[in-house]
């Protein structure tokens, strides 16, 4: 029962954070990992979060536009593997259809909430700003909610119903599934780095693909000579040791910034 509790705390935290994005409870890497904790799998729930954080990477929300839900997909997917005795790559595969429902659920929220905030904008003309955080933490609330709910109903189901459910769904199912997990993680790559993409960020790009062909380098090595490269690249740089333009000569102070104006 109190491994039932704390995953649900988890499933609500994780619910609010897939708006507020201030401690990233919502990232498959941490949700997976805590309710593998709460539940006595850590192993599973970190397998299963490093691999959906993989896929979620490029997911996020622009504008208007909502990104498949990573709360409810991690949460979901975690409780099937943790407590309900389902694979990790039953849980991945599961992942993508869950966050497409989870999507058309924070839209369904996202409009329930329009009217929290004509009340808010009805509390602020009062002058009241309790009754503005009201509004706010209630609204608030509704998203974490909106996980809890789906997680207490996956847990509320009967562990021989989930197994045999998914022991019943067609091999060419998991397999399309799997495949389309590892397209989106391409697309998630594709999106991050289309926003990072800089003259200055593209020969980086081009040497790691380079090294990761050295078949003798692993992860820790690589991340050194990243480490390593940008440790020199910040030092070479004008902006950031103070040399300027030219040289020492050019310096204001020490000042970084002053640095910078004085190239333009």
Request: aromatic letters at 6%.
């Amino acid at each position: 029962m109190l491994a039932v509790i704390l995953a649900l705390i988890v499933a609500f935290f994780a619910g609010m954070e897939g708006i507020l994005d201030q401690f990233q409870f919502h990232q498959p890497i941490i949700a997976c990992s805590l309710i593998g904790l709460v539940t006595g799998h850590p192993v599973e729930g970190l397998v299963l979060g490093g691999q959906l954080q993989i896929i979620a990477l490029g997911w996020m929300n622009i504008g208007a536009a909502v990104a498949p839900d990573a709360a409810l997909a991690s949460i979901a997917s975690a409780i099937l593997v943790c407590m309900k005795g389902a694979s990790v790559s039953n849980g991945i595969a599961l992942a993508i259809p869950l966050a497409v429902a989870g999507q058309v659920l924070t839209i369904f929220v996202r409009s329930l909430t329009v009217g929290l905030a004509h009340g808010a904008d009805a509390q602020a003309k009062k002058g009241s700003f309790r009754g503005v955080e009201t509004m706010h933490l209630i609204a608030l609330m509704l998203q974490g909610l909106r996980i809890v709910l789906p997680a207490a109903l996956i847990m509320a189901v009967p562990t021989s119903v989930v197994t045999g459910t998914l022991n019943s769904i067609p091999d060419v199912i998991t397999n399309g599934l799997a495949v389309a997990g590892g397209f989106i993680v391409a697309v998630g790559y594709a999106m991050v780095i289309n926003m990072m993409a800089t003259p200055q960020i593209w020969p980086f790009f081009f040497l790691g693909f380079a090294l990761s062909a050295v078949s003798e380098l692993n992860l820790i090595a690589m991340g050194i000579i990243g480490l390593v490269i940008a440790l020199v690249y910040l030092q070479l740089s004008p902006q950031f040791n103070g040399g300027g333009k030219g040289g020492n000569s050019g310096s204001t102070g020490g000042d970084p910034l002053d640095d910078i104006l004085n190239d333009y």
